[in-house]
């Protein structure tokens, strides 16, 4: 079993930034990849981010590319994303997942299903 918590969203002008923090307990972190995925009103979830479990290879959703950057603490059991000149599209709810496969080529997946694990989310709203 693995516990997900997310912090950091809340509102904030377009051309803002955020970041968000999710913090894991219950296994052991960084044996696994993780997560962000996005979910507006009226919208199917979205990827947003993810991060191999060594933190060395990241992926991200056209949309937010040079714009968010995710990381992570192993230390702590967390990772991290970095949201800059967040845009009125960006709003929604924003949860963290781990996927509990582990990749011997230190891999992390992009779509929702390979993630068993998933935080309650945390709201970010971008106003124009």
């Known amino acids: 079993q693995v516990h997900l918590v997310e912090s950091g969203g809340g509102l904030v002008q377009a051309g803002g930034s955020l970041r968000l923090s999710c913090a894991a307990s219950?296994?052991?972190?960084?044996?696994?990849?993780m997560g962000w995925f996005r979910q507006a009103p009226g919208k199917e979830r979205e990827f947003v981010a993810a991060?191999?479990?060594?933190?060395?290879?990241?992926y991200y959703a056209d949309s937010v590319k040079d714009r968010f950057t995710i990381s992570r603490d192993n230390a702590k059991n967390t990772v991290y994303l970095q949201m800059n000149s967040l845009k009125p599209e960006d709003t929604a709810v924003y949860s963290c997942?781990?996927?509990?496969?582990?990749?011997?080529?230190?891999?992390?997946?992009?779509?929702?299903?390979?993630?068993?694990?998933w935080g309650q989310g945390t709201q970010v709203t971008v106003s124009s």
């Open positions: 219950g296994r052991t972190f960084s044996n696994y990849a």
């Open positions: 997942a781990v996927d509990m496969a582990f990749y011997t080529n230190d891999y992390a997946a992009n779509w929702a299903r390979a993630y068993e694990y």
């Open positions: 991060i191999s479990r060594s933190g060395r290879n990241t």
